[in-house]
């Protein structure tokens, strides 16, 4: 027995199936974008946090090692002491808790200022 198929039905079927394996296609290629794009925005973020880490030993050993520099020198210049308290309100800003280091500030401030 031969079934006479229209030729509309015949391309409106393809054409069908064509734009349900376009659309299939599509979506897993945007769930598998999404999927790497999450996967690249957490590696990023572990990469900030580290490199926030990083900053913030660095800039505590810096301070540190001024406040040492001038307290044993038993004095500091006005420019020293600009600078230092800039990096030391910078470091605040990233590390909240930092009590030790605000009482090696403190007697850095109680030190004679010089002029060079």
């Known amino acids: 027995m031969v079934v006479n198929v229209p030729l ?19 979506l897993d290629s945007l769930a598998a974008y999404r999927k790497e794009s999450k996967e690249w925005r957490n590696s990023l973020d572990e990469r900030i946090d580290g490199i926030g880490d990083a900053t913030q030993a660095t800039m505590r050993t810096t301070i540190l090692h001024y406040c040492e520099k001038y307290i ?4 500091v210049t006005s ?4 600078s230092l308290l800039d990096m ?10 930092n009590g030790f280091i605000d009482g090696y500030i403190e007697r850095v401030n109680a030190l004679e200022t010089r002029e060079l």
């Open 88 to 97: 030391h309100s910078k470091y605040k800003v990233i590390k909240k808790d």
């Open 79 to 82: 420019e020293e002491l600009s």
């Open 72 to 75: 044993t020198r038993g004095w």
């Open 8 to 26: 509309g039905l015949i391309v409106q079927s393809f054409l069908t199936g064509m734009v349900g394996w376009f659309v299939k296609t599509l």
